[in-house]
């Protein structure tokens, strides 16, 4: 798919630890979208420094903002509020998502405290990208799939640095030894499946063993593959696997029954997966063929 991608400036909103692009995509259909797409936003562990995983990133987020995703990207928004409780915080989604575009603050509903109804937005998952407009600020909700929900951890670049290091750039993808500039470290267990007790609230004393358990590394695009795999994990129970080999190295194709949807817990139910830790997975699979051959 030819991309029509015109980038502008690189702005910093340091109250919320968050950086965008400024940048207008157009589509063959005419439109055109005036947007801001973060590339730190530490809600979902997004932290791009380098030039071709930001160019990768943008690639990424203008197929998922094409027109036609638009109308699906709702509905499953729509299953997602129903029967849901945040009768304060779901006016303002709807407002945000309304026709995708950049909102004024004086636009939102009625509220003592609109920066935390925005908030609660972020902590379900959602991108919101913010800018300064003299006296009041705009914002405008990115339809892509959320993130981590309810939660988040947040690495600096020294600890992304360390875990790095302790993990020698492997790429678990790969199986080999990577670029680091092309990689990132990836929490094995799936932030779709946290809640707001699995979170740390802070990584920075984060132990090397820890460190070594948690994590893997892989490339900006496989993250986004796994990214999408769980969630489609989450919403159909069906457990996906890499490379287009259907193998276990415990449990099988279902989330198993006994173990909850979300939550620490949760995370015996992605044990044994190959997106959940990919080199456990390959050392399983390998010692099966071996004892078959």
């Given at each position: 798919?030819?991309?029509?991608?015109?980038?502008?400036?690189?702005?910093?909103?340091?109250?919320?630890?968050?950086?965008?692009?400024?940048?207008?995509?157009?589509?063959?259909?005419?439109?055109?979208?005036?947007?801001?797409?973060?590339?730190?936003?530490?809600?979902?562990?997004?932290?791009?420094?380098?030039?071709d995983e930001?160019?990768?990133?943008?690639?990424?987020?203008?197929?998922q903002?094409?027109?036609?995703?638009?109308?699906?990207?709702?509905?499953?928004?729509?299953?997602?509020?129903?029967?849901?409780?945040?009768?304060?915080?779901?006016?303002?989604?709807?407002?945000?998502?309304?026709?995708?575009?950049?909102?004024?603050?004086?636009?939102?509903?009625?509220?003592?405290?609109?920066a935390?109804?925005?908030?609660?937005?972020?902590?379900?998952?959602?991108?919101?990208?913010?800018?300064?407009?003299?006296?009041?600020?705009?914002?405008?909700?990115?339809?892509?799939?959320?993130?981590?929900?309810?939660?988040?951890?947040?690495?600096?670049?020294?600890?992304?640095?360390?875990?790095?290091?302790?993990?020698?750039?492997?790429?678990?993808?790969?199986?080999?030894q990577?670029?680091?500039?092309?990689?990132?470290p990836?929490?094995?267990?799936?932030?779709?499946?946290?809640?707001?007790?699995?979170?740390?609230?802070?990584?920075?004393?984060?132990?090397?063993?820890?460190?070594?358990?948690?994590?893997?590394?892989?490339?900006?695009?496989?993250?986004?593959?796994?990214?999408?795999?769980?969630?489609?994990?989450?919403?159909?129970?069906?457990?996906?696997?890499?490379?287009?080999?259907?193998f276990?190295?415990?449990?099988?194709?279902?989330?198993?029954?006994?173990?909850?949807?979300?939550?620490?817990?949760?995370?015996?139910?992605?044990?044994?997966?190959?997106?959940?830790?990919?080199?456990?997975?390959?050392?399983?699979?390998?010692?099966?063929?071996?004892?078959?051959?």
């Open positions: 798919m030819a991309r029509n991608i015109q980038t502008s400036d690189t702005r910093h909103h340091n109250k919320a630890a968050e950086t965008y692009i400024d940048v207008v995509f157009s589509y063959d259909d005419g439109t055109t979208l005036d947007i801001s797409v973060p590339i730190v936003y530490r809600r979902t562990g997004l932290d791009l420094q380098e030039s930001i160019k990768a990133h943008l690639e990424t987020v203008y197929d903002l094409h027109p036609e995703n638009r109308a699906a990207w709702k509905v499953e928004q729509a299953a997602y509020w129903e029967g849901s409780k945040a009768h304060v915080t779901k006016p303002f989604f709807d407002v945000l998502a309304a026709d995708f575009r950049w909102v004024a603050g004086n636009e939102l509903p009625a509220n003592k405290n609109p935390r109804r925005l908030q609660d937005i972020k902590e379900a998952g959602y991108t919101i990208a913010t800018r300064n407009r003299g006296r009041d600020y705009e914002y405008i909700l990115l339809p892509i799939p959320r993130g981590g929900e309810t939660g988040y951890e947040y690495w600096s670049g020294a600890l992304r640095a360390r875990i790095m290091n302790l993990l020698a750039n492997y790429d678990a993808y790969e199986g080999k990577g670029n680091p500039k092309h990689l990132l990836d929490h094995k267990f799936p932030e779709i499946r946290w809640d707001r007790d699995t979170a740390r609230d802070a990584l920075d004393g984060l132990s090397d063993g820890d460190a070594r358990r948690d994590f893997q590394l892989v490339s900006n695009q496989r993250n986004q593959q796994k990214r999408e795999a769980c969630r489609g994990c989450r919403r159909t129970g069906a457990r996906p696997y890499p490379m287009g080999i259907k276990y190295s415990s449990g099988d194709d279902c989330w198993p029954a006994d173990v909850p949807a979300t939550g620490k817990a949760a995370e015996a139910g992605c044990q044994g997966c190959g997106w959940y830790d990919l080199e456990a997975w390959r050392q399983a699979l390998i010692a099966k063929a071996t004892r078959e051959v």
